[in-house]
């Protein structure tokens, strides 16, 4: 049973079928511990199906799944035992409290110490509202406890499915912090989805494409911003909007500028920003901000995908 | 085996935290304990026998009654010397006519009461106190009315056949007349004898009342405790009869006695005679006692079904709908143990419920009848007679009932694992267990339909089998409720108990492969 141990989780040739509909066909990747591995495909693409598979919720037709290298169809337990996850929403008993919540998933683990419950709950910030029931919970409240729990049991692989929904900002960072340490410093493996793009840009080392239930591509994320098309959308904010579009214009550096109020977006390859920076300083436009648009990796799994389709 | 623990602990903490649950529990639990404690509150004590009277003022005032309605009944009498032919021979004798209305009633009581006052000792042997005095003066009213009815007969339609019937119902009247003043059993067993099919007490035999006498040889026992103790006796010459006649209930639909069914009467036999050796005979309170905690027991039974099915019927279903089933897939468990973790918490609720609502019925009744009221559970061990505290008796008996009440709680269970709503599982499996009744009640009504046997659960009345002596606790034959089986078929103990087992296994297969092999979507 101790195939592929290098991996956190080694998904072979999964194909489910609903009907006429190939939810999953034939995907296979690999994710390792230390790593975050963002898991991005359009609505029905088969992400959450492929991660039901994982996690036992579904029975594939074809194919195999390994977790730290227990196959889920004969070692279920063992397979189980280190993971830890959020499929969806997280989903308590809302007439317990968190720590009970918390308390009764950790039952089934074993030997999990109280001490650890308390160190959970306050790594997600809800020590001091955890003997409240969940109902009067919000929905960032619930996701903070729903990862809590994942987490309790110092699982080696941690999937999270749209982890940030109703976190506030601060949540958000908060959570990719948490979430960066467990992987680069504590050596556990993340799988990701989530619709937000700029997101994963932020927290991913790594990608998986999935559309039509078929496993596009799967790269860094540094390969992956490499592929971006040498021509990336940049938006300038300046002080005289005419002169910077006229020098804009004449250099021959930029594709076709559009105006907004005081900012110009346009068509500028990576390496001319900075001589496109001096042209207009010098040409006498002050630039208050030069950013670039965030979405780049939307537009490279458009590519991927074949375009066309809405973004989750 | 240590996963399975851990999710029963679960399971029964998820249990006991949902609101639904809790509010048809507490329903249950008052139902079961205040009942019987209210009813008798607004019934209050049933005090027929141990009502305190001045007999001997009540019969002075009821003489001066009847005195008045007679003169308002336009009662006449007219004396006459009657010639009528007996044997042969011509016989003249002087007799009496009465005309008017209701005559026989006012009359009887008229003579009774008079003679009463003048020559009864009320205090000795009060008419409501004693069972001997009180059956005695009825048969001496009722011989006497006997006899001024025939005096209602016009003189001329008068014949021998008259003055045989004239002459049986004047001696019949002398001796129970005699058995009142003389207090004494051996002038009622007489009078017995007397009696027509279809007068009041005609069902109490000579042997009965002799029985009766030898157990009560100075004719103390009460009225309550005499009319019981005959209750026991008609019971038991039921069941011989039942015995000699080798057929079972030979009124209405004869059957051959099993051998099953022979022993069960001998038993029941063996029971009441030791229960009138050992003077154990029940009283009214014990009576309305054991009624009050079987109407507790059945209408707290219908709470049970209810909060049994609900939370059978959501335990897969809630969790499905809410969503928190996910933690419970993500955790190393394999489903089966899931399932079976669910399973037994859903059998640990029906056995404690179960006990437990049994238990507040019998306490509660205790509180309003008093505890010395309820009287042990017999039945008969290796040819003896044995007893077992009701509490006892009870609870096995409550959880051998609710068979079926467990059985729609798979019901319900398989539906919530099929269908994954809460409300189709409990809806349907509730809406089954009313349809259940419906064979039931075809098969009470003597149709001759075996099929019906096989319909779930009817016919399979295994209380009634495990607890054959139950329905001997309660001696009262106007109240038939403790009958337990209404069945007119009679399937060995040894079918049910298979037949049970295969339908829950056959439930719980298919909830078990439902939650096991499936998708969760």
């Given amino acids: 049973m101790a195939e592929e141990k290098q991996t956190a989780l080694s998904i072979k040739n999964i194909t489910k079928i609903y009907g006429k509909k190939k939810a999953a066909d034939h995907v296979s990747f690999d994710i390792y511990p230390g790593e975050i591995f963002g898991f991005l495909g359009p609505t029905g693409a088969g992400k959450t199906t492929v991660i039901k598979s994982v996690l036992g919720f579904i029975f594939p037709d074809e194919g195999e799944v390994f977790i730290n290298g227990y196959n889920v169809k004969s070692d279920y337990e063992k397979a189980m035992a280190s993971v830890g996850g959020i499929v969806e929403n997280p989903e308590m008993y809302v007439n317990l409290s968190a720590r009970k919540n918390i308390e009764m998933y950790a039952r089934l683990h074993g030997n999990i110490p109280k001490s650890r419950i308390d160190e959970v709950l ?33 699982p080696k692989l941690l999937i999270l499915d749209e982890p940030t ?112 920076v001096r042209l207009l300083v010098t040409g006498g436009v002050d630039i208050s901000e030069v950013r670039k648009n965030e979405s780049s990796l939307e537009e490279i799994f458009l590519q991927v995908t074949g375009g066309g389709i809405d973004i989750e | 085996m240590n996963k399975i623990k851990a999710l029963y602990v679960n399971e ?16 249950a639990l008052c139902i079961s304990f205040l009942f019987p404690i209210l009813l008798m509150m607004v019934e209050g004590p049933y005090e027929y026998y141990n009502e305190e009277t001045n007999e001997r003022e009540k019969t002075e005032a009821a003489l001066k009654e009847n005195e008045k309605e007679l003169l308002n009944a336009g009662f006449k009498t007219t004396k006459q010397d009657v010639t009528i032919e007996v044997d042969g021979q011509e016989k003249t004798i002087p007799m009496t006519l009465y005309v008017g209305n209701d005559v026989p009633n006012l009359l009887c009581n008229k003579l009774v009461n008079e003679d009463l006052l003048a020559n009864y000792d009320f205090e000795k042997y009060p008419t409501r106190k004693t069972w001997l005095a009180h059956i005695a003066l009825v048969r001496y009213n009722n011989f006497e009315m006997k006899r001024i009815n025939l005096d209602m007969t016009p003189f001329e339609e008068r014949d021998a056949e008259w ?8 001696a019949a009247r002398d ?6 003043f003389e207090h004494d059993y051996k002038y009622y067993i007489e009078a017995v004898k007397y009696l027509d099919k279809g007068d009041y007490g005609a069902e109490y035999t000579s042997e009965m009342i002799k029985r009766l006498a030898d157990t009560d040889p100075n004719g103390e026992l009460g009225l309550e405790n005499g009319y019981y103790l005959l209750y026991y006796l008609s019971q038991i010459q039921d069941y011989q009869k039942r015995l000699d006649a080798g057929l079972d209930d030979p009124g209405s639909l004869p059957r051959i006695l099993t051998e099953e069914k022979k022993e069960i009467y001998r038993n029941s036999i063996k029971i009441l005679n030791y229960e009138i050796d050992n003077h154990n005979i029940y009283d009214e309170k014990s009576t309305i006692a054991l009624t009050l905690v079987y109407l507790t027991g059945k209408i707290a039974g219908y709470a049970l079904l209810v909060l049994l099915i609900l939370i059978a019927g959501s ?42 609502l049994t238990l507040c019925s019998i306490i509660g009744t205790g509180f309003a009848c008093g505890f010395d009221k309820l009287p042990p559970y017999l039945y008969v061990s290796g040819g003896v007679v044995k007893s077992t505290p009701l509490i006892l008796g009870k609870v096995v008996l409550d959880l051998v009932n609710n068979i079926p009440t467990f059985f729609y709680a798979f019901v319900a269970f398989m539906i919530s694992c099929y269908t ?22 075809l098969q009470s009504s003597d149709l001759p339909q075996r099929i019906l046997d096989f319909s779930p659960l009817a016919g399979m009345d295994i209380a009634s089998k495990l607890f054959p002596y139950y329905s001997l606790m309660v001696a009262d034959e106007d109240f038939d409720v403790f009958s ?23 439930v719980l297969f298919i909830a078990s492969e439902q939650f096991k092999k499936k998708d969760i979507a």
């Fill in chain 1, 165 to 276: 929904n109703g976190l506030d900002p601060t949540g958000i960072h908060q959570l990719r912090d948490v979430l960066k340490k467990y992987a680069h410093e504590d050596g556990a493996a993340v799988m990701v989805s989530s619709h937000i793009l700029s997101e994963m840009q932020l927290l991913c080392d790594r990608v998986g494409i999935i559309n039509n239930g078929k496993l596009m591509s799967v790269c860094s994320m540094d390969e992956l911003t490499s592929q971006m098309n040498s021509a990336s959308q940049y938006s300038i904010r300046v002080s005289d909007v005419k002169l910077a579009t006229k020098l804009l214009t004449e250099s021959g550096k930029a594709g076709k500028a559009e105006t907004k109020d005081d900012v110009i977006t346009a068509e500028i390859n990576k390496e001319d920003i900075a001589s496109i």
């Fill in chain 2, 420 to 441: 994954k709503n809460t409300g189709v599982s409990v809806g349907t499996a509730i809406g089954l267990s009313l349809f259940h009744e419906v064979p039931t009640m």
């Fill in chain 2, 484 to 506: 337990l089986s209404n069945s007119s078929f009679d399937n060995p103990l040894s079918f049910c108990i298979v037949y049970i087992i295969v339908i829950c296994f056959t």
């Fill in chain 2, 12 to 27: 029964m903490i998820k249990i006991f935290h949902r609101p639904a649950v809790i509010i048809v529990a507490a329903v």
């Fill in chain 2, 175 to 180: 001796v129970s007349r005699k058995a009142l």
């Fill in chain 2, 315 to 356: 335990s897969v279903s809630q969790e499905m709908a809410t969503g928190s089933i996910k933690s419970l897939i993500i955790a190393p468990v394999k489903r089966w143990k899931i399932f079976t973790a669910k399973l037994l918490s859903i059998v640990t609720c029906m056995l404690v419920a179960s006990v437990v």
């Fill in chain 2, 163 to 170: 003055l045989k019937e004239y002459d049986k119902y004047t």
């Fill in chain 1, 122 to 154: 306050s790594d997600v910030g809800l020590a001091a509202r955890a003997k409240d029931p969940v109902r009067k919970y919000s929905l960032g409240m619930k996701q903070r406890i729903g990862l809590a729990q994942a987490m309790v049991h110092k």
